[in-house]
């Protein structure tokens, strides 16, 4: 990223890290975190709670961690780990020496288990999936509590020491916070903190355990631990908000930080969800992750995107709480403006028509000298030969047409970019009526410019 890209556009997070660093809240730092799941390759989505994670950091002199959220080990593995370092990378940040894993607090996130099972604030339970399912109650009903929500803190220690040592099958049993099967909000219904996972080699703890920690149980305390002051997260988080202070407020963690959510990206005719885009990988839909019809970072770099276009995609569609939309215009726009500034020119033909020069010397080959780009001489100039036969675009002649056609017709006169005027004499058609051919004359006097007086 070129250190003088201004700095990102105001939005409603960027104001309350403001306010709270006017306020000196969080002795004034900034700390922020991207948490990818390794379950697939990051998307265009991403992109928006990239720029926006990393960017707030660079913009507050803060800091901004990679933390793989890696709690859910069936479906993530090292390839996604790699790849999303470099999709993110690629974007233009730089996490320093800050790359964490959700597994490197495993141990941690144990501890304050048992902290929540000392005060009588997390449970053994178990009841079956189905059952748990059936107490919770739902939107206009109360749950019901489970029959294991009174056990001692003894027998909970026990179990859940058991839980751990793998004595215990896939689904027998889980560890509960223990809050109210009466809250309104289901997150808060007695939610599972950890579950039993056998079999599965994690991929950066191998066998160590087979008790893996939730998200909702993993996310807050890792923010905690990394001393994150603003965590920034997608709406539909919004609804666990109340489980995410419930946890730091019950265990001794001090740094408590603030959960501020935003609405996701939705870009027009894309399917944005790891899990659909794996179907479509798996299923050989596309040739892979990376494949141009992807819409995942590394598609989008194959198709020719550069990282700015995309950084300035980002900055443009904002930052809100209201769901939206976004036309693929957009995107389009911001690569063709970059390249616009940025990209050498070339000359293609997409629909040849053959234009034979018949007062050109047979056999010569000239080298024009043309200019790279029309607006920045910096990108300098190259040889373009030219001889007497070149092609110009099918759209680009008629034989009879109105005066408001600027281009070739039949007797008239044209200017031949960066080289001669020349004049269509003749038309050549084949068998159909098709035209296959003109024959022009061209006027050596003009290369590059008109002569005084002639306008062409
Ligand atoms: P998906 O549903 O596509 O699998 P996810 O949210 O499960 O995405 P994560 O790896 O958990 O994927 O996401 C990492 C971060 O990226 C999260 O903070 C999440 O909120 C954010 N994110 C994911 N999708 C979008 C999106 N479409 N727009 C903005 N942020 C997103
Ligand atoms: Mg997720």
Redesign the pocket.
Same mark, same amino acid.
């Not at 944005?272 to 899990?275: G, I, Y």
């Given at each position: 990223m070129s250190a003088n890209e201004p700095a990102g556009a105001s939005n409603f997070v960027r104001h309350i890290i403001e306010a709270d660093l006017k306020a000196n809240k969080n002795n004034g730092k900034v700390a922020t975190r991207? #948490? #990818?799941?390794p379950n697939?390759y990051l *998307?265009i989505? *991403?992109a928006?709670?990239i720029c926006l994670n990393f960017g707030i950091a660079r913009d507050y002199k803060g800091k901004c961690n990679l933390r793989f959220?890696d709690t859910n080990p069936h479906k993530e593995n090292v390839e996604y780990v790699e790849a999303i370092k470099q999709d993110v990378r690629w974007l233009g940040y730089d996490w320093g020496e800050r790359l964490f894993y959700a597994s490197d607090y495993f141990e941690q996130l144990y501890e304050f288990a048992i902290e929540l099972i000392n005060m009588g604030k997390a449970y053994v339970c178990d009841l079956t999936a189905d059952q748990v399912r059936e107490y919770r109650g739902t939107l206009t009903e109360p749950g019901k509590e489970s029959p294991y929500r009174d056990r001692s803190i003894e027998e909970n220690l026990q179990l859940f020491e058991r839980m751990r040592n793998g004595e215990f099958e896939d689904g027998a049993r889980v560890l509960r916070a223990r809050i109210d099967m009466t809250a309104p909000n289901i997150n808060l219904r007695d939610p599972a903190l950890y579950r039993i996972r056998h079999g599965v080699i994690h991929h950066q703890t191998g066998e160590e355990w087979c008790i893996y920690p939730m998200y909702d149980f993993t996310h807050p305390l890792s923010d905690a631990l990394e001393g994150i002051t603003h965590s920034i997260?997608?709406l539909e988080f919004e609804d666990h908000r109340p489980l995410y202070d419930w946890v730091l407020d019950n265990v001794s963690v001090t740094c408590h930080p603030q959960q501020i959510e935003f609405s %996701?990206?939705?870009l027009e005719y894309t399917v944005?969800?790891? %899990?659909k885009l794996t179907e479509l990988v798996d299923a050989g839909c596309v040739e892979g992750w990376d494949d141009p019809r992807m819409p995942t970072i590394a598609g989008i770099r194959r198709r020719g995107y550069t990282p700015a276009s995309v950084r300035d995609f980002c900055s443009r569609i904002g930052v809100s709480k209201s769901e939206s939309t976004v036309e693929m215009g957009v995107l389009e726009n911001c690569i063709r403006e970059d390249l616009n500034a940025s990209a050498p020119r070339r000359l293609a033909v997409l629909h040849p028509l053959k234009v034979v020069l018949t007062n050109y010397p047979q056999g010569r080959v000239e080298h024009l000298e043309v200019s790279n780009h029309p607006q920045d001489d910096s990108l300098g100039t190259r040889a373009l030969p030219f001889s007497g036969e070149v092609y110009i675009d099918k759209s680009d002649f008629r034989e009879q047409a109105p005066n408001k056609f600027k281009r070739l017709v039949s007797g008239g006169e044209v200017r031949l970019r960066n080289a001669y005027v020349i004049r269509c004499d003749e038309v050549i058609k084949d068998a159909h009526g098709e035209i296959i051919e003109l024959h022009c004359t061209y006027d050596p006097a003009t290369l590059g410019a008109n002569p005084e007086g002639r306008k062409v």
């Open positions: 991207f #948490p #990818p799941e697939g *998307h989505g *991403h928006k709670s959220d997260c997608t %996701r990206l939705n944005m969800s790891k %899990r």
